[in-house]
């Protein structure tokens, strides 16, 4: 079973090196990082998860925003602070700017994404560990494995009955 450790390890850092955002050189770090008003071609894993993520925006009525980083990075949301303090209104007003679902547009072909206005970072942690927990479980299957359990970052998914034949 090393040589599947092995795939599946393959398969997570391709996917890591898609949608990392610790990565300066992944490619939706390079999309962030893109000026606006220009298509980027992008790979069809990255469009799919995006497609995803704005019709989840679109659904939620923007309750759910993949467009987020920015106001995350200006509430210092990844960081952990003894001496925090919320932003002031004003430095929220202009951030907010850069935020809203609908500025990405989404194209099939050539597979690309744009951004309509300046500084829009796409976040698409909500979505990706359970999509490459997808990736994983159809790798497996395309190997004829039937039966397993796969966590990724405290997500789940299982796959036909434990080693006592027990459904999961």
């Not at 955002?21 to 071609?41: F, I, P, Q, T």
């Not at 927990?133 to 190997?143: E, F, G, P, T, W």
């Amino acid at each position: 079973l090393e040589w599947l450790a092995e795939q599946i390890g393959d398969e997570l850092e391709r996917i890591e090196q898609i949608f990392s955002l610790y990565r300066a050189n992944s490619e939706l770090s390079r999309l962030n990082m893109a000026a606006s008003g220009k298509w980027v071609d992008v790979s069809s894993d990255l469009l799919v998860v995006t497609k995803q993520a704005v019709q989840l925006a679109e659904e939620t009525g923007g309750a759910f925003d993949p467009t987020i980083r920015p106001l995350m990075h200006l509430w210092k949301l990844q960081q952990v602070a003894v001496s925090w303090s919320p932003p002031k209104q004003e430095a929220i007003e202009k951030v907010r700017r850069r935020v809203g679902w609908r500025l990405i547009e989404v194209r099939d072909e050539p597979p690309s994404l744009r951004k309509l206005a300046e500084g829009v970072e796409l976040d698409l942690n909500a979505l990706v560990e359970g999509w490459a927990i997808d990736c994983v479980r159809k790798m497996l299957s395309q190997k004829q494995i039937e039966n397993g359990l796969i966590e990724l970052g405290g997500e789940f998914r299982s796959m036909g009955r434990r080693a006592d034949g027990q459904p999961w």
